[in-house]
């Protein structure tokens, strides 16, 4: 059983940068990510929306966290089509380089 005063064990996990990693449903984020981010503390991280596609891109990924996390800021968001996913590397890093996650 877990007192008052020992931290839940996801939110020891979490840092100042967090992924948002899913794929999404007509542009939506699914409701099992979210209903997963509603009850945590992002007061002080930032959220980088990341997610794999067929037709939307990231779609309203960025709402959808805005609305599960409204104490996160919302960084830079990255979207992979399904298809394209075993040759997105070059993309990944780029965009890591680019929220700072990845030495220039």
Same mark, same amino acid.
């Given at each position: 059983?877990?007192?008052?005063?020992?931290?839940?064990?996801?939110? *020891? /996990?979490?840092?100042?940068?967090?992924?948002?990693?899913? %794929?999404? &449903? =007509? %542009?939506? !984020?699914?409701? &099992?990510?979210?209903?997963?981010? #509603?009850?945590?503390?992002? &007061?002080?991280?930032?959220?980088?929306?990341?997610? *794999?596609? &067929?037709? =939307?891109?990231?779609?309203?990924? #960025?709402?959808?966290?805005?609305?599960?996390?409204?104490?996160? +800021? /919302? %960084? #830079?968001?990255?979207? !992979?089509? %399904?298809? #394209? !996913?075993?040759?997105?590397?070059?993309? !990944? +890093?780029?965009?890591?380089?680019?929220?700072? /996650?990845?030495?220039?």
């Amino acid at each position: 059983m877990m007192s008052a005063m020992t931290p839940h064990p996801r939110r *020891t /996990l979490l840092r100042a940068a967090l992924f948002g990693a899913a %794929g999404t &449903a =007509s %542009g939506t !984020v699914l409701s &099992a990510c979210t209903t997963f981010t #509603e009850g945590l503390d992002f &007061a002080g991280k930032t959220i980088h929306p990341l997610t *794999t596609y &067929a037709m =939307s891109g990231l779609g309203n990924t #960025e709402r959808d966290y805005a609305s599960s996390c409204p104490t996160a +800021e /919302l %960084g #830079e968001g990255l979207a !992979v089509r %399904g298809e #394209e !996913v075993a040759d997105a590397q070059p993309a !990944v +890093e780029a965009w890591l380089r680019r929220i700072g /996650l990845l030495p220039r």
